[in-house]
């Protein structure tokens, strides 16, 4: 069985840094692309990263402002998010998910860890 468990997250103050992680099982992690998506409440999915599976390559959204980077670490099959800068607009549920186009599926997600950003 797929298994992807998120950890990690947590209340930051706007500025501070989280660091969410995902153990992956059930398939082969080291051959697979791998993203984060998050979602706010009453939002659609929002595409976070990727990471091709060697992990030499990541991928971002403008959006992102260069204030989180993925990586991974294929020995362990765990997937990595280190978010820096945070902001209250990064609030969400945050999900690692298998593949890179991944928004609308769903069925590809993990069950979320929550980032919330506040004063």
């Known amino acids: 069985e797929v298994r992807l468990v998120e950890s990690g997250g947590g209340t930051v103050q706007p500025g501070g840094s989280l660091r969410l992680s995902c153990a992956a099982s059930?398939?082969?992690?080291?051959?697979?692309?791998m993203s984060w998506v998050r979602q706010a409440p009453g939002q659609v999915p929002e595409w976070v990263a990727g990471?091709?599976?060697?992990?030499?390559?990541?991928y971002y959204p403008d959006s992102m402002e260069g204030r989180f980077t993925i990586s991974r670490d294929n020995a362990r099959s765990m997937l990595y998010l280190q978010m820096d800068r945070l902001k209250p607009e990064d609030t969400a549920t945050y999900y690692c998910?298998?593949?890179?186009?991944?928004?609308?599926?769903?069925?590809?997600w993990g069950q979320g860890t929550q980032v919330t950003v506040s004063s």
């Open positions: 998910s298998r593949g890179i186009v991944v928004v609308g599926r769903r069925d590809l």
């Open positions: 059930g398939f082969t992690f080291s051959t697979t692309e």
């Open positions: 990471i091709n599976a060697g992990g030499e390559s990541p």
